[in-house]
């Protein structure tokens, strides 16, 4: 059994900043690739930012320059400092994985719960 816990995300003002992290616990043999994806209302899900285990990252468009990504690996652990947050960067933000577990012969992918990010105008 494996979880991704996701902390983080609120409400905050145009310009402002938040800090989201995604915690994966379980039977976990190795993690790869981590990520942050998110889903407006009405809008497809999608990505957001990406870190491979050696830390090479990846980033939506829209997010460059704004967002960074950075984990953990001894923590199994993903974040994604959000600066200069805008009214659309509003969406529920979800955390993935990659993982092997114990005594699995590949990765699977894994999700976290949801955390809404509301930015206002």
């Known amino acids: 059994q494996v979880q991704l816990v996701v902390s983080g995300g609120g409400l905050v003002q145009a310009g402002g900043s938040l800090r989201l992290s995604c915690a994966a616990s379980?039977?976990?043999?190795?993690?790869?690739?981590m990520g942050w994806y998110r889903q407006a209302p009405g809008k497809q899900r999608e990505l957001v930012a990406t870190?491979?285990?050696?830390?090479?990252?990846n980033y939506a468009d829209s997010v460059k320059g704004r967002f960074t990504i950075s984990r953990d690996s001894a923590k199994n652990t993903v974040y994604l400092q959000m600066d200069g947050l805008k009214p659309e960067d509003t969406a529920v933000y979800y955390c993935?994985?990659?993982?092997?577990?114990?005594?699995?012969?590949?990765?699977?992918?894994?999700w976290g719960q949801g955390t809404q990010v509301t930015v206002s105008s």
């Open positions: 379980g039977s976990i043999f190795s993690v790869n690739d």
């Open positions: 870190i491979t285990s050696g830390s090479r990252t």
């Open positions: 993935n994985a990659a993982i092997r577990t114990i005594g699995a012969p590949i990765f699977y992918d894994y």
